[in-house]
């Protein structure tokens, strides 16, 4: 098997937290009396707030505030975590177990707060299958600009050729396309369709159909 390793998305990836932000937008959005656009979720999902806030939900481009809503939505979101329980994505841990056999690395390469990533790690026992995290707070261009998940690969100490990334946005799927790595996609948010026309090398719908060796096989 060549040297690879392996960089995880966060949000639909590795945790299943599409339900607890969408409603962390809604107890936002009446918090502060502004409207959510129909589609805004779907629209936003796998981008940082300082770009959902401006340019998806359009509430506002004074750059104070789109900080200052963008810290107490993740704050309603982890408020939301610790009552009801973050969950991983069915068929994730075992996943991450036959990755560590294989000796394969692994990064975490994401758009959410670093705190949302430390609430999961408190919950599930998964910190030890990772080298690290690149969050919102470590890149200055979100997807689907690369930058992510090449300090990703950086962390890795690998050259991005040799990466596969793991996502379930479009906009991931391009970053990593981009980055000159390998993408596989789950279906999670996404269907297969679009997946696959946003370039996707792997398409599944669940981490149960994923063995090490047949992604190995992508760099054949």
């Not at 261009?141 to 050729?161: D, I, N, T």
């Amino acid at each position: 098997m060549p040297q690879i390793g392996f960089i995880f998305d966060w949000d639909g990836v590795v945790v299943d937290s599409s339900n607890l932000h969408e409603k962390s937008w809604k107890i936002l959005a009446k918090e502060i009396n502004l409207p959510l656009p129909d589609a805004h979720f779907k629209k936003g999902f796998g981008k940082r707030n300082s770009v959902i806030i401006p340019e998806i939900l359009g509430w506002s481009q004074d750059k104070a505030k789109i900080e200052q809503w963008g810290k107490r939505k993740e704050e309603i979101y982890r408020k939301l975590g610790e009552k009801s329980g973050i969950q991983i994505i069915d068929g994730i841990h075992d996943f991450l177990k036959e990755m560590k056999l294989n000796n394969i690395s692994a990064a975490i390469g994401t758009s959410t707060d670093r705190k949302n990533i430390e609430l999961a790690f408190e919950q599930h026992e998964i910190e030890d299958f990772f080298l690290g995290a690149i969050c919102a707070e470590d890149v200055n261009q979100g997807k689907p600009h690369p930058e992510v998940f090449l300090k990703g690969a950086e962390l890795l100490g690998l050259p991005p050729e040799q990466c596969v990334v793991f996502e379930d946005s479009l906009h991931g799927i391009e970053a990593a396309r981009r980055g000159g790595m390998k993408a596989v996609a789950f279906t999670t948010t996404q269907p297969a369709s679009l997946l696959k026309g946003a370039g996707a090398h792997l398409i599944v719908d669940s981490p149960k159909e994923l063995i090490v060796i047949s992604i190995a096989q992508l760099f054949n």
